[in-house]
């Protein structure tokens, strides 16, 4: 899949491979950088801590994406949801030559909260040369579930640094010369996802908040928290540059000529 605008028998078709993903991907870290960019050369030395106040009352509305029953999906601008102050935004520079992607995507992020749990979400979108920020795909991660590989909860420590890894699916994208390429970051994307309270339970998905999801569902209640249901305002963290810095990890591939 690639820019829609312009006819290029290099994207927009089928390709086969024996593997998946192709066996020629290279993994390319992209870092993000004090200056709100991404740079593929190396972890810069400026270091920046970006941090934003997430309200589980007012999360970042939903625009597109793999959905199919909340009113929108597939590659919608971002832009309309991209001002907001609990998004983060993240710019390649304008690509000189098309870059490729084929495989998993992954946001590789340095973060510390002041509540016991909140989520961080990632977007990937393509920035076109009329600033339209096209969604490619996107991604969630709930710190408290940071070592699910090891079966544990693990509550966050206030303003404590940990490390979240964000898939946000697999994909074979190019982005066109005279494109970026961009990497928005916030801790919602409802009712894509379901809000986090930033609060921490015993259990990851306590009866009193299930049903309270499933009433709303029942009665047609879409607001992203629901009564009787205990929430807090925190504020979230994004690290970047330095050893602690944090990352967008792709599966670059060399595109090939026709």
Not at 13 to 27: F, R, Y
Not at 37 to 66: E, H, I, Q, R, W
Not at 213 to 238: L, M, Q, R, T, W
């Amino acid at each position: 899949v690639g820019d829609v605008d312009v006819t290029d028998p290099r994207w927009n078709n089928w390709e086969k491979s024996a593997t998946w993903p192709p066996s020629e991907v290279k993994t390319q870290k992209w870092f993000l950088t004090a200056s709100g960019t991404l740079d593929a050369s190396g972890p810069s030395k400026g270091a920046k801590t970006f941090t934003y106040k997430f309200d589980p009352a007012d999360p970042v509305k939903t625009a597109g994406g793999g959905n199919l029953t909340i009113g929108t999906h597939g590659s919608v601008d971002q832009r309309t949801v991209e001002g907001r102050p609990d998004v983060l935004l993240f710019d390649s520079p304008v690509f000189d030559e098309p870059y490729a992607i084929a495989g998993p995507i992954y946001a590789e992020l340095t973060v510390s909260t002041t509540g016991c749990d909140t989520d961080f979400t990632a977007k990937i979108t393509d920035v076109y040369p009329d600033g339209r920020s096209m969604l490619i795909n996107d991604g969630i991660a709930r710190v408290s579930f940071r070592d699910s590989a090891g079966g544990k909860m693990l509550p966050a420590v206030k303003n404590e640094k940990m490390k979240v890894r964000i898939y946000t699916g697999d994909f074979a994208y190019t982005f066109n010369k005279g494109h970026r390429m961009r990497l928005a970051v916030s801790s919602s994307n409802h009712p894509r996802f379901s809000v986090n309270t930033n609060t921490c339970t015993a259990t990851a998905f306590p009866h009193d908040l299930l049903k309270a999801e499933f009433d709303a569902v029942k009665s047609g209640d879409k607001s992203p928290v629901h009564a009787g249901i205990k929430y807090e305002v925190v504020d979230n963290s994004v690290y970047c540059g330095g050893a602690d810095g944090s990352a967008l990890a792709l599966p670059n591939i060399a595109l090939k000529n026709k």
